[in-house]
């Protein structure tokens, strides 16, 4: 064979150059990033995504403020181990302020006797004690049912309700 078959091929750039380059160039595209979200209307953004979603209202999560739980429900039991009169008066006094809104987040501890007895689940047994709670607080007169917020703790712990009262200013 002869070498016109085969040409020379000039010898081309190192590797490491060109990922030096690409690496620059990330860089440069990261400070314009930076550069061109100093005057970004940040409200503008988040209605745009919103909309975008299809939602039209914004419901952001109220500041906690003080916490108060219920404990010692029997295993397998949404029924309250106590009187809530205590923990009526506490919400009735906490969320005085109509613009206190108070979560309720039911717990299982995660064992096998801890479920709920019709479905097997555990965060269903939590949800029914957040509920049963909800329901002693709002017969007792202590909140609205409006202002309540229902929620199960997806960590096992202890089988309790806590209840979280959160201020929520920008609502009437």
């Known amino acids: 064979m002869s070498d016109d078959f085969f040409p020379v091929v000039p010898p081309g750039r190192p590797i490491w150059l060109v990922t030096l380059a690409d690496l620059a160039l990330l860089l440069v ?31 952001a999560d109220p500041m906690p403020v003080a916490v108060a739980a219920m404990g010692d ?3 397998g039991s949404s029924i309250l181990p106590q009187s809530a009169a205590a923990i009526s008066q506490w919400a009735r006094s906490a969320a005085s302020d109509p613009r206190v809104r108070l979560r309720l987040s039911g717990a299982a501890d995660g064992t096998a006797a801890d479920v709920d007895p019709e479905t097997g689940s555990g965060t269903i047994l939590a949800a029914d004690r957040a509920r049963a ?6 017969a007792a007169g202590a ?11 997806p960590v096992p712990g202890r089988r309790a309700v806590t209840l979280t009262i959160g201020f929520d200013g920008k609502r009437p």
Do not use: M
Request: charged letters at 20%.
């Open 143 to 153: 909140v609205s049912a409006d202002r309540l917020t229902i929620t199960t703790d």
């Open 133 to 138: 709670v909800a329901v002693a607080l709002v």
């Open 73 to 75: 429900f029997a295993p």
């Open 29 to 59: 595209g990261f400070f314009v990033l930076l550069q061109a979200n100093q005057r970004l209307d940040k409200e503008a953004l988040a209605t745009g995504l919103r909309e975008g979603f299809g939602i039209t209202e914004r419901v």
